[in-house]
């Protein structure tokens, strides 16, 4: 069912100031001390491809593990792989809830999953592994902050990579939905629609400028008790991440998607990420993947947990 990749990478010495991330990646085990990061695989197509998008996501999560592999590290950290959740067979939703329940164990463990995608399919077994943790009691407020060029809220006879965030809002109703980056001709009215209907708030490409998205992410961090990121890689333009089944003809610049990333990751709410649609077989000298591969390295180095969530106390009569 798992398989774990090697990592592997130049080594300058084993001493602090010369680690890299393909030095201190080892095997989870479930039970073990809690990490910095857990990286969990999830290889699928299926979605895309339902979607009428170009398949080829299926190989990201060893793409990125290869991309972040040699990237130096500041500081120590303990960082785990589970593995990876292939979904073969066109068993998409089997797929979503293994995944889900990967990611429920490492958020009960202490950790902090970190799950390598796959088509933007991966949010759904990413979203069960979070509503079913341990630490999400009656009320607590879910926030999906969604770093993409599409709402992903089409309603499609069969789930894809087009519909995860509308079966994750018509099932719960304590989840909060935003979006930066939305590309006004990428999508439909009817999409734009949606998306009222369901409370979604959303930035648009043209409207991204620092300021701008640092104020809308800000907003929607202060409304909600945990969140989920999910980064889509067609929000970048397509000079940046053209590995990609639908490149952006405009994109948020890099710059403003990184401080984004930060900005959340320090926020002390974030409680697991993905990274979805890397396609590397339309890649172009790694590009993408190694963009992919910062961001994560940034989001995980910069990280403060959530702090433990306490029951409230009925006041005394």
Known sequence: MYSLPSWTGRTDGAAPEHLRWHQVVEQYEPGGAPASCVFVGFASDEGVRRNSG???????PDALRRALSPMALATPIRAFDAGTVAVTDERLEDGQRRLGITVTAVLDAGGFPVVLGGGHEVAYGTYLGLAESAWRTPGTTIGIL???AHFDLRLDPVPSSGTPFRQILEADGDVRYAVL??????????????????GGRYLLDDDCDPTSAHRFVDDFLADVDRVYLTIDLDVLPAAVAPGVSAPAAYGVPLATIQSVCDRVTASGKLAVVDVAELNPGLDIDNRTARTAARLIHR???GH??????????????
Do not use: K, Y
Request: no cysteine; glycine share 6%; aromatic share 4%.
């Open 54 to 60: 170009r398949p080829g996501a299926a190989a990201g």
């Open 304 to 317: 403060v947990p959530p702090a433990p969530r306490t029951p409230a106390i009925d006041s005394p009569m």
């Open 181 to 198: 980056g939305i590309s006004q001709p990428s999508n439909t009215a009817l999409l734009f629609d949606t998306a009222a209907r369901f």
């Open 146 to 148: 969604n770093l993409d």
């Open 299 to 301: 989001i995980v180095t």
